[in-house]
């Protein structure tokens, strides 16, 4: 049997997950969801929770005492962090360039905020200039804006835009569902006001948790409301007493997740956050030296692209989902198509956490080197990409 067959039974396939998100888990974070379960008020459960909430506060780069994980994945810490903040009436304005921003739209409006939307063509990212008006003109109380837009590929700077949101009085929430453990999320020094994230993208854990900081403004914001947080089970107050010292039951935590979570920030902490970013960083080039020899371009200018999430352009002609389909059952590898604006012109390819990885880059090569011609396109140079991308590779280790 080859690997990516299934054997009888339940037993899943072995994939190679280049999509954008789940990505590839490490086997010692797999391991660790198949040690014993504890109760969630085992001494050695709430030790293991202290150490976590350490963990993300340096993977976060935050002194936060307010930092955790909410039970549920990426889309449950973007409601936590929308629904802890805003009140019924409350200005909000969020920022839109692709899926994950107009899904942060959907839940503040059901937040019952009073919305500003502000839009940017897909693939592109707002200057602190695109933001002014609406500042201006809506006077917000919260900001919102995704720092690493999956739907496109764009990589959203942060820092002059948190100036500005604050120099309006305004507090500043960032979606780093993609970003966190992939490149710099810098908590404290950038001043974030909240920040979310989720375990199955560049932290390489199953999915099922989502990271979550809230910074002091945002504390004293809570702590001011009239009424109370819409969502009991996402209730920052009424969490924060489990997570606190009083360790009061509030509900079942999800014990083996968080063992995951815990294996795989761990993980990062060895790695070293710097040289985490620096191998993101080069097999995303590797991979992009690669596509560049098949001629696919990306679907975002060079200044903007995020190094774990490639959205390139469909070359003309091809069958993009049929594509797709073969990379999965002849080589058992997953890369996303297009959502929304994109769908059917783009491919999303992650190198996210422990898929960023020599064999990954240079199998996704080879197998469109082979797949490409039978779906009609060949205007490339047979093996033009692989030695690319091992150019890049080979002048990384000099
Ligand atoms: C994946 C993703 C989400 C949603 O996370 P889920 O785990 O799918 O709920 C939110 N924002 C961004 C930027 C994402 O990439």
């Given at each position: 049997?080859?690997?990516?067959?299934?054997?009888?039974?339940?037993?899943?396939?072995?994939?190679?997950?280049?999509?954008?998100g789940?990505?590839?888990?490490?086997?010692?974070?797999?391991?660790?969801?198949?040690?014993?379960?504890?109760?969630?008020?085992?001494?050695?459960y709430?030790?293991?929770?202290?150490?976590?909430?350490?963990?993300?506060?340096?993977?976060?780069?935050?002194?936060?005492?307010?930092?955790?994980?909410v039970?549920?994945?990426?889309?449950?810490?973007?409601?936590a962090a929308?629904?802890?903040?805003?009140?019924?009436?409350?200005?909000?304005v969020?920022?839109?360039?692709?899926?994950?921003g107009?899904?942060?739209?959907?839940?503040?409006?059901?937040?019952?905020?009073?919305?500003?939307?502000?839009?940017?063509?897909?693939?592109?990212?707002?200057?602190?200039?695109?933001?002014?008006?609406?500042?201006?003109?809506?006077?917000?109380?919260v900001?919102?804006?995704?720092?690493?837009?999956?739907?496109?590929?764009?990589?959203?700077?942060?820092?002059?835009?948190?100036?500005?949101?604050?120099?309006?009085?305004?507090?500043?929430?960032?979606?780093?569902?993609?970003?966190?453990?992939?490149?710099?999320?810098?908590?404290?020094?950038w001043?974030?006001?909240?920040?979310?994230?989720?375990?199955?993208?560049?932290?390489?854990?199953?999915?099922?948790?989502?990271?979550?900081?809230?910074?002091p403004?945002a504390m004293?914001?809570?702590?001011?409301?009239?009424?109370?947080?819409?969502s009991?089970?996402?209730?920052?107050?009424?969490?924060?007493?489990?997570?606190?010292?009083?360790?009061?039951?509030?509900?079942?935590?999800?014990?083996?997740?968080?063992?995951?979570?815990?294996?795989?920030?761990?993980?990062?902490?060895?790695?070293?956050?710097?040289?985490?970013?620096?191998?993101?960083?080069?097999?995303?080039?590797?991979?992009?030296?690669?596509?560049?020899?098949?001629?696919?371009d990306?679907?975002?200018?060079?200044?903007?692209?995020?190094?774990?999430?490639?959205?390139?352009r469909?070359?003309?002609?091809?069958?993009?989902?049929?594509?797709r389909?073969?990379?999965?059952?002849?080589?058992?590898?997953?890369?996303?198509?297009?959502?929304?604006?994109?769908?059917?012109?783009?491919?999303?390819?992650?190198?996210m956490?422990?898929?960023a990885?020599?064999?990954?880059?240079?199998?996704?090569?080879?197998?469109l080197?082979?797949?490409?011609?039978?779906?009609?396109?060949?205007?490339?140079?047979?093996?033009?990409?692989?030695?690319?991308?091992n150019?890049?590779?080979?002048?990384?280790?000099?």
């Open positions: 049997m080859s690997a990516n067959e299934r054997a009888p039974g339940w037993n899943p396939p072995i994939r190679i997950l280049m999509g954008p789940p990505s590839d888990i490490h086997p010692r974070v797999l391991a660790a969801l198949a040690r014993p379960t504890v109760g969630h008020l085992d001494p050695f709430l030790q293991l929770m202290d150490d976590l909430q350490q963990k993300l506060r340096q993977i976060f780069r935050t002194e936060n005492r307010m930092t955790f994980a039970s549920g994945t990426g889309s449950a810490g973007m409601e929308v629904v802890n903040l805003i009140e019924p009436a409350d200005r909000m969020v920022c839109v360039k692709g899926v994950f107009q899904r942060m739209a959907d839940v503040a409006r059901r937040a019952g905020a009073d919305l500003l939307c502000v839009e940017r063509p897909w693939g592109s990212v707002f200057q602190p200039e695109d933001l002014l008006p609406a500042l201006e003109r809506h006077r917000p109380k900001v919102g804006i995704v720092m690493a837009e999956t739907s496109t590929g764009a990589s959203q700077p942060l820092v002059e835009i948190a100036k500005l949101v604050h120099d309006h009085q305004a507090l500043l929430l960032v979606d780093a569902v993609t970003s966190l453990g992939g490149m710099p999320v810098e908590v404290d020094r001043g974030l006001d909240v920040v979310y994230s989720g375990s199955q993208k560049c932290l390489g854990c199953p999915p099922g948790l989502a990271p979550i900081t809230f910074g403004a004293e914001l809570i702590q001011r409301r009239k009424s109370p947080v819409a009991w089970y996402l209730d920052v107050r009424l969490l924060s007493s489990y997570w606190g010292s009083e360790r009061a039951y509030h509900h079942t935590a999800p014990i083996n997740m968080t063992y995951a979570l815990h294996e795989a920030l761990a993980l990062i902490l060895e790695e070293g956050l710097d040289a985490r970013f620096a191998r993101h960083l080069r097999h995303h080039r590797a991979l992009k030296a690669g596509l560049a020899a098949l001629g696919i990306y679907a975002v200018e060079p200044s903007y692209q995020l190094p774990m999430l490639n959205a390139v469909v070359p003309a002609g091809v069958d993009e989902g049929a594509v389909r073969a990379l999965l059952e002849r080589f058992g590898i997953e890369i996303g198509g297009g959502l929304g604006e994109f769908r059917g012109k783009v491919w999303r390819i992650g190198v956490g422990y898929s990885r020599e064999a990954n880059v240079l199998g996704l090569l080879a197998a080197e082979q797949l490409l011609p039978e779906f009609g396109y060949s205007k490339f140079d047979k093996g033009a990409s692989i030695a690319a991308a150019q890049v590779y080979v002048e990384a280790l000099k």
